[in-house]
């Protein structure tokens, strides 16, 4: 009889189970049986290591203070990076805001968040840090405590609280002699807009069938709500998504015409100083990349693009 297995993994526990005398026949079938379940388990272990969350380097985890963040499935993504499965990298760009909880939040308070991408377009050459993808104002403390953000979201109109809706922009374009067709696939990564499924092209007049009309009408439906999801351009490598809670204090904040304007580009340091918001009471950032680029587990490096301000962690 053989000895006593020792506790071990299962292929341990199989080889030692079976020394005993056995024919040929027997050891050939079971060592292809043992190759096989060695298989099996090889390939779940990379599936998951595939999906598993992969904290950010020291460098950039250094941001991660006190601050919450979860988005469907993913659950906590703070100072993590998206991984590179069940389309996460792809779902993230069309989800909603995601649940951003502050625990340490004073329940009188009232307090500013802030999530903008630093690395636009690239974290290689970010020339236009920073992209503001959200910004609340008058968030109470104990809705931040339970995560759950109710303020005044503010966005290009105005600066002003938008709701869900849709704005429509129109371009004329002349066509002399030419067919409807428009190469929006190029035009449309340079202009930020959505997929270009929600973009309608309407003719000026119903199209004769012996002509083309020779002029028509864009209307570019663009999403002017005012969180706007993830999404890295291709090609671009690893974005940093980062989030920051500042202490408001009564103050009334609002965007200038010129930060209306656009969300890229953003003077964010001018931003905090004009409200004297210069010390955040917490941060977090987390990394993904355009869905479609290769995947890879290996977090980027870069230094340091947060606001220079001095940062106290409470």
Same mark, same amino acid.
Do not use: R, W
């Given at each position: 009889m053989g000895r006593n297995p020792p506790a071990g993994d299962p292929a341990t526990l199989t080889l030692l189970l079976f020394q005993v005398p056995m024919g040929w026949a027997m050891r050939l079938a079971t060592a292809a049986l043992l190759l096989v379940l060695v298989a099996v388990v090889t390939g779940d272990e990379n599936k998951n290591d595939l999906c598993a969350h992969t904290a950010l380097l020291d460098e950039d985890a250094v941001l991660c203070q006190g601050l919450e963040v979860f988005y469907p499935e993913l659950g906590s993504? +703070?100072? *993590?990076?998206?991984?590179d499965c069940n389309d996460y990298r792809q779902k993230i760009t069309s989800w909603k805001e995601p649940i951003v909880k502050f625990p340490q939040a004073v329940d009188g308070a009232t307090y500013v968040l802030v999530m903008v991408d630093p690395d636009a377009p690239s974290r290689a050459e970010p020339r236009q840090r920073f992209w503001r993808h959200w910004l609340v104002t008058d968030i109470k403390g104990?809705?931040?405590?339970? +995560?759950?953000?109710? +303020?005044?979201?503010?966005?290009?109109?105005? +600066?002003?609280?938008l709701r869900q809706e849709v704005h429509q922009y129109r371009l004329k374009r002349k066509q002399d002699n030419a067919s409807t067709h428009w190469p929006i696939k190029a035009w449309e990564p340079r202009q930020h807009l959505r997929p270009s499924s929600q973009l309608r092209v309407f003719p000026l007049r119903p199209p004769s069938p012996h002509r083309h009309p020779h002029q028509y009408v864009y209307f570019l439906n663009e999403d002017t709500e005012a969180y706007q999801a993830p999404s890295p351009p291709a090609h671009s490598g690893f974005h940093r998504y980062q989030f920051f809670i500042y202490l408001q204090e009564g103050k009334v904040i609002s965007l200038l015409p010129k930060e209306n304007k656009t969300r890229g580009s953003w003077k964010m340091d001018r931003f905090l100083n004009r409200f004297?918001?210069?010390?955040?009471?917490?941060?977090?950032?987390? *990394?993904?990349?355009?869905?479609?680029?290769?995947?890879?587990l290996q977090a980027p490096r870069g230094g340091a693009s947060e606001p220079k301000h001095k940062r106290k962690w409470r």
């Open positions: 993504i +703070g100072c *993590m990076i998206v991984p104990t809705d931040l405590k339970k +995560g759950k953000i109710k +303020g005044q979201e503010l966005s290009e109109e105005d +600066g002003l609280l004297h918001l210069s010390e955040p009471e917490a941060s977090t950032q987390f *990394m993904t990349q355009n869905y479609q680029d290769s995947p890879t």
